[in-house]
């Protein structure tokens, strides 16, 4: 029982993190309206095992190693930041290309590997992701953790992260939103272009000042 209340608080503090927009959302939304509902997924499930990457690394200690090694973390955000805006970028210029109609059928499965791991890739590719998940967990978790405790915490995570961007998937792949995203191609993509851009960039401009 005494293990119960740190995990239930982890969990919410989590939750909260997950459900607020950033480039996890964007892919994932994107893949889902634009491909199919089972790309959404996939690119879901992409995000929950990168979340679980994460959680288990910030409980091996990574957040005290990217402090005691500040140009580990320095590089990490680099090359992050560099995904950011290659993929914002990608999706800028594909802004006015109109979508194929093989692409739009709900029951395709194929490539769907490539979206899990668009989803994996930019889950992982923002540092930022583990020093939260460490400092969440260095505020709630007791000084010794048994194993059982470990492993609900990373299931725990996989459950919130693919959780929600299945949600997030399966609501955006309906067909009156796809409709409505195939109305408004054009300027869609061009702003999720520019969002996953300035997010790239912010990270790349953090690193420098992180360097400085």
Not at 23 to 36: D, E, G, I, M
Not at 103 to 127: C, E, H, R, Y
Not at 187 to 210: E, Y
Request: charged share 10%.
């Amino acid at each position: 029982m005494s293990e119960f209340f740190p995990l239930v608080s982890i969990v919410l503090a989590l939750m909260v993190g997950t459900m607020s927009p950033g480039p996890s959302f964007v892919v994932v939304a994107r893949t889902a309206v634009t491909k199919s509902r089972s790309h959404g997924l996939s690119a879901a499930l992409g995000m929950g095992f990168g979340g679980m990457i994460f959680a288990g690394m910030a409980l091996l200690g990574l957040q005290g190693l990217l402090v005691a090694v500040p140009s580990l973390y320095i590089g990490l955000k680099v090359i992050g930041g560099i995904y950011l805006c290659l993929l914002g970028y990608r999706i800028y210029r594909s802004a006015r290309e109109p979508l194929e109609i093989e692409q739009l059928k709900d029951d395709s499965m194929q490539k769907t590997t490539s979206a899990f791991l668009v989803g994996l890739i930019t889950q992982i590719s923002n540092p930022k992701t583990a020093i939260v998940y460490a400092s969440v967990f260095a505020a709630f978790l007791p000084i010794t953790i048994s194993p059982v405790l470990g492993i609900a915490i990373i299931v725990s995570v996989f459950a919130i992260e693919a959780g929600w961007y299945s949600i997030v998937a399966t609501v955006l792949a309906a067909r009156k939103p796809r409709n409505i995203y195939l109305a408004y191609k054009a300027w869609v993509d061009r702003a999720a272009g520019l969002i996953m851009g300035a997010l790239g960039t912010k990270l790349l401009a953090s690193s420098t000042a992180a360097a400085a």
